[in-house]
């Protein structure tokens, strides 16, 4: 398959602190990438350079085009949506409202009637919840929430940070259920930083770990699955 994002030679900074010390990564059309490693290792930096929201250096590309450089709102629009880590929700606000939040970035908006309900489809509770403050939610729906408000831009490449983190094993089963049928059914491709490995691995076709900002392995997510050294030196299951 070609790749939609390919990121060549990366590194990234916040203010003399370089993070990210020449990645190269790729997530192909229709594809999920996972990107593996410990705390510290620089995945969530490598999904801020992809936005746009870290200083960098390198080439970032994007269905064909160089990205690197431009304002994330910019980035967005071109069909890139990202759910941070720790959900990122507007806490003050519905269910709905956060959802309109998500499309706030979109051209065209003509179908937003039946944007609403495609992630109704997905996430069924937070039709049940439109109307309910986004604070008052667990974790897992707020997580949801986060997946569900980046669907809203209807994007060709959705960026998820640490999905499964705080949430129970059967809530995290199950967003990941819903991302693999977003991936499988919309041709959304996946870029995925996730410390659950086994899971990740599962879910992803192609996987780079890293390591204090370098790229130590990548392939494809079968193999390091099956590497049963890199399992245990770098998955730690």
């Given amino acids: 398959m070609a ?3 390919e990121a060549r030679q990366v590194e990234a900074r916040y203010g003399w602190t370089k993070v990210l010390h020449g990645v190269t990564f790729a997530v192909a059309e229709g594809g999920i990438t996972t990107v593996l490693g410990a705390n510290g290792a ?6 801020r350079a992809v936005c746009g929201m870290v200083e960098t250096s390198g080439e970032i590309c994007f269905d064909g085009r160089r990205i690197d450089g431009r304002a994330t709102e910019d980035i967005a629009r071109l069909g890139i949506a990202h759910a941070p880590e720790g ?17 706030y970035a979109r051209r065209d908006r003509t179908r ?10 997905y996430f069924p509770m937070l039709r049940e919840r439109r109307r309910q403050r986004a604070g008052t939610l667990s974790g897992g729906e707020q997580q949801m929430l986060a ?8 994007p060709r490449l959705l960026l998820l940070d640490e999905p ?9 089963r199950e967003i990941f259920r819903i991302v693999r049928a977003i991936n499988r059914d919309e041709r959304v491709s996946v870029l995925l930083v996730e410390q659950n490995a086994s899971l990740a691995l599962d879910l992803a076709d192609q996987a ?5 900002g370098r790229v130590a392995i990548a ?5 390091l699955r099956r590497d049963d050294a890199i399992r245990r030196s770098y998955l730690g299951y």
Avoid at 42 to 47: D, E, Q, R
Avoid at 219 to 223: C, H, L
């Fill in 3 to 5: 790749a939609l994002l």
């Fill in 42 to 47: 620089g995945k969530t930096t490598a999904l």
């Fill in 87 to 103: 959900r990122g929700t507007f806490v003050g606000l519905t269910v709905e409202e956060n959802l309109w939040l998500g499309a």
């Fill in 112 to 121: 937003l009637a039946d944007d609403f309900e495609r992630v109704y489809h």
């Fill in 147 to 154: 997946v569900a408000r980046a669907l809203m831009l209807r």
């Fill in 164 to 172: 499964s983190l705080g949430l129970a094993p059967l809530v995290v």
């Fill in 208 to 212: 780079y770990l890293l390591e204090t």
């Fill in 219 to 223: 392939g494809p997510a079968a193999d």
